[in-house]
T-cell receptor
Framework: NAGVMQNPRHLVRRRGQEARLRCSPM?????VYWYRQLPEEGLKFMVY????????ESGMPKERFSAEFPKEGPSILRIQQVVRGDSAAYFC?????????????FGNGTRLTVT | AQTVTQSQPEMSVQEAETVTLSCTYD???????LFWYKQPPSRQMILVIR??????QNATENRFSVNFQKAAKSFSLKISDSQLGDAAMYFC??????????????FGEGTQLTVNP
């Protein structure tokens, strides 16, 4: 049973370009969470999605960032017009349900570097 | 909003010795969960141990145990018989018991653990 798959593992973008980060949750999981980890810091919550719905996006910057989790296919975190401050590791996690006893499984992250 | 504080940016321990990592949190909720995650250089987030707030008994997983002090809002991790493979960044995390929060976690800033041979 494959775990949470994130790709690419590393992504390099120039300032002003778009970055698309993909996350395939564990099989059967319908809840997806995105976190950002800046260098030397802990993970910060960005957005919580269920299939076709954004449940909580309170941690996501209001501009340039968007996330989706379509009925078919992976969840996508999209960053438009990237700036150097967007350089970070972006982690996706999934759970079977939204209940508190539903364990969270993390992917290995995508490291975004903006040059 | 809940906050999680890890006051030790770095810790070191001799192989086979015991080390304790500190974590405090702030919340007005009575129902919640606490976790310790390990992040080695590979960046993978590995769940080490979990504690339900309603349980008085401290969780234990092999060489890893916690000291959960609910009144003091303290949740420290003890690693016994430290091994070289324990070297990693350790994160303390909080999860609300409210359904609307789902499985969302609030993380501390991390403690970098070095294990000396």
């Amino acid at each position: 049973n494959a775990g949470v798959m994130q790709n690419p593992r590393h992504l390099v973008r120039r300032r002003g370009q778009e970055a698309r980060l993909r996350c395939s949750p564990m099989k059967g999981h319908s809840h997806v969470y995105w976190y950002r980890q800046l260098p030397e810091e802990g993970l910060k919550f960005m957005v919580y999605l269920q299939k076709e719905n954004i449940i909580d996006e309170s941690g996501m910057p209001k501009e340039r960032f968007s996330a989706e989790f379509p009925k078919e296919g992976p969840s996508i975190l999209r960053i438009q017009q990237v700036v150097r401050g967007d350089s970070a590791a972006y982690f996706c996690a999934s759970s079977l349900g939204g209940a508190q006893n539903s364990p969270l499984h993390f992917g290995n992250g995508t490291r975004l570097t903006v040059t | 909003a809940q906050t999680v504080t890890q006051s030790q940016p770095e810790m070191s321990v001799q192989e086979a010795e015991t080390v304790t990592l500190s974590c405090t949190y702030d919340t007005s909720e009575s129902d919640y969960y606490l976790f310790w995650y390990k992040q080695p250089p590979s960046r993978q987030m590995i769940l080490v141990i979990r504690q339900e707030a309603y349980k008085q008994q401290n969780a234990t997983e092999n060489r890893f145990s916690v000291n959960f002090q609910k009144a003091a809002k303290s949740f420290s991790l003890k690693i016994s018989d430290s091994q070289l493979g324990d070297a990693a960044m350790y994160f303390c995390a909080y999860r609300s018991g409210q359904e609307t929060s789902g499985s969302r976690l609030t993380f501390g800033e991390g403690t970098q653990l070095t294990v000396n041979p």
